[in-house]
Nanobody, 120 residues
Framework: QVQLVESGGRSVQAGDSLRLSCVAS??????LAWFRQAPGKDREIVARIRWNPGIEYYADSVRGRFTISRDNAENTMYLQMNNLKPEDTAVYYC???WGYGLGVPDFDSWGQGTQVTVSS
């Protein structure tokens, strides 16, 4: 099973930018994704990238503000988050999958999460 480690989360002001990173221990997936979970809410997908080719998916709430990318050589995924809003506040998780689907059960391995807090 692949181990996933996220980093980059911190407290920022509304309108700021932030980049999250997720490093995978090995190339044992077909896609990586970012999920987030705010207090009292369900975990939701933010973006996903299929590794080869690099097909991207974005949730409507972040499309145009967030960009997902990957570094094939380093088995690393990034999430560039621009124009952050208070409603983006959540714990952000990295997840891997072999299959398809965008729901939580469709993913096989999860990181521990990194906190992003956006103040108004």
């Amino acid at each position: 099973q692949v181990q996933l480690v996220e980093s980059g989360g911190r407290s920022v002001q509304a309108g700021d930018s932030l980049r999250l990173s997720c490093v995978a221990s090995k190339r044992a997936f077909n896609a990586l994704a970012w999920f987030r979970q705010a207090p009292g809410k369900d975990r939701e997908i933010v973006a996903r990238i299929r590794w080869n080719p690099g097909i991207e998916y974005y949730a409507d709430s972040v499309r145009g503000r967030f960009t997902i990318s990957r570094d094939n050589a380093e088995n690393t995924m990034y999430l560039q988050m621009n124009n952050l809003k208070p409603e983006d506040t959540a714990v952000y998780y990295c997840a891997s999958q072999w299959g398809y689907g965008l729901g939580v059960p469709d993913f096989d391995s999860w990181g521990q999460g990194t906190q992003v807090t956006v103040s108004s």
